[in-house]
């Protein structure tokens, strides 16, 4: 029988010094204590340390020095050359389970590195596809896999009794992306068209002529929030120009910017997909911020890890896939990535996302009326320790081509107050990474 130690002992780690495995462990261990409240403390003497990281001692830890070596100095990143039959990484006997390099693998999404623009792993906006994905291989991308290898890793490796009644409960990041204000007259007049709702036709002129358009809903959204106590945050186009991959940014102006963006606590920076430095598009917004998410969820990693981490943004909430919910990175809360060049964390926090409207809409095919049913399944799958961040784009807030739609995300906010679950904008997690 195991003699589990109490996770409210202080233990000390000693990680020998200018390895190819001290800076990730390092890293990955902290974080683990952030999800785990293991309660670690780094030592620089090995005789004053309870667990100790140093391959030239039989008392150590094991260490898989062969995958730091594969994925630092050969820079093997595909996943295929680590997992085989589940997304586990073994020791070199072939036959122990290494939940630490696991961990450190998924959670920095190396498996997304090295991927040129027009490779077969990404899709024609150039974005990495879910399907290009160990997640979709091995069907595992609404589990939050991370928490569960520090967790056995916790019990084995460290004789820890992670008690999941302890964790914290789980909060949500609400959040739009506001792509179009203007675009009600000609989309949803065309869903009127096709209905033959000639009635609907005439109120999309009225609208516009009075320049009024449905879209343009930015204090009706705030509304909804303020009915259910709840704090979200709006993410702007900074152009309207046709960026790369011919996608279309903003269709509002800089006065319109300004005027819907005033009505707002809580703004950031919808990075465009024009090949344009952060902080130039940051200069032309009405208002300041540090927060960011590319819109169309187009970016690359790491090379757009660089540039959010040499801008002045502090935290970048785009790490989702555009087709599935889930875990992009196999980890349910906020962290700051690892470099490989500097042999650190970046800067700035990522907040991954989980659920987005058009996921549902487009891409899963969820039926209209089971939308609010399989979002709410997933709070209920990751009531501790997630930080569970849904998009919800101004447009699925009207009611003709999005009908519906309204309905669905009221009855998430209605779980969401009743299950007392907190919400928290970037401001709020920005302060409490200081």
């Not at 996921?359 to 089971?370: A, D, V």
Request: proline letters at 2%; one cysteine or more; hydrophobic letters at 35%.
């Amino acid at each position: 029988m195991i003699n589990f130690i109490k996770t409210n002992t202080l233990l000390s780690i000693y990680i020998l010094k200018e390895e190819i495995y001290s800076q990730p462990i390092h890293y990955l261990l902290k974080i683990m204590d952030n999800c785990l409240s293991v309660g670690l403390s780094f030592v620089e003497i090995k005789e004053n340390a309870n667990f100790i990281f140093d391959h030239t001692d039989k008392n150590s830890v094991q260490i898989n020095i062969e995958f730091f070596r594969s994925l630092i100095i050969e820079k093997n990143y595909n996943y295929n050359h680590y997992f085989r039959q589940k997304p586990i990484i073994y020791f070199k006997d072939g036959q122990k389970e290494d939940w630490l390099s696991s961990a450190f693998y998924i959670i920095n999404c190396f498996q997304e590195y090295q991927k040129e623009e027009n490779c077969l792993e990404n899709d024609i906006y150039g974005r990495f596809k879910y399907e290009s994905s160990f997640q979709y291989c091995f069907n595992c991308i609404e589990e939050n896999l991370v928490q569960q290898y520090f967790i056995l890793f916790c019990r084995r490796d460290l004789n820890l009794q992670i008690k999941e009644t302890n964790f914290l409960k789980s909060r949500v990041f609400l959040s739009h992306d506001i792509d179009s204000v203007n675009g009600s007259f000609l989309q949803d007049g065309l869903w009127a068209i096709k209905k033959g709702r000639l009635d609907i036709v005439l109120k999309l002129i009225f609208n516009e002529i009075f320049s009024n358009p449905d879209w343009k809903n930015i204090d009706f959204i705030n509304r909804i929030h303020n009915e259910y106590n709840l704090k979200s945050t709006f993410f702007w186009l900074a152009s309207n120009k046709i960026g790369k991959n011919q996608i279309k940014n903003g269709d509002y102006n800089f006065s319109e910017l300004s005027q819907l963006s005033s009505l707002t606590k809580s703004n950031g920076l919808h990075k465009s997909s024009l090949e344009m430095d952060i902080d130039e598009e940051i200069k032309t917004l009405p208002f300041k911020t540090n927060f960011n998410r590319y819109h169309f969820l187009k970016f690359g990693i790491p090379e757009d890890w660089h540039n959010i981490n040499n801008s002045s943004v502090l935290l970048d909430a785009s790490l989702g896939f555009a087709e599935r919910i889930g875990f992009r990175n196999g980890f349910g809360l906020p962290f700051k990535p690892y470099n490989l060049i500097s042999e650190s964390s970046y800067d700035f926090i990522e907040v991954p996302l989980n659920i987005m409207d058009g996921t549902l809409q487009k891409y899963m095919n969820i039926p209209m009326e089971n939308t609010s049913e399989n979002v709410i399944n997933f709070f209920e799958k990751n009531k501790t320790n997630t930080l569970i961040s849904i998009l919800w784009h101004n447009t699925f807030f009207t009611n003709y081509k999005y009908k519906g739609y309204l309905n669905e995300y009221k009855k998430i906010l209605n779980y969401i107050l009743e299950s007392k679950v907190v919400s928290v904008t970037p401001e709020d997690l920005i302060e409490e990474f200081k």
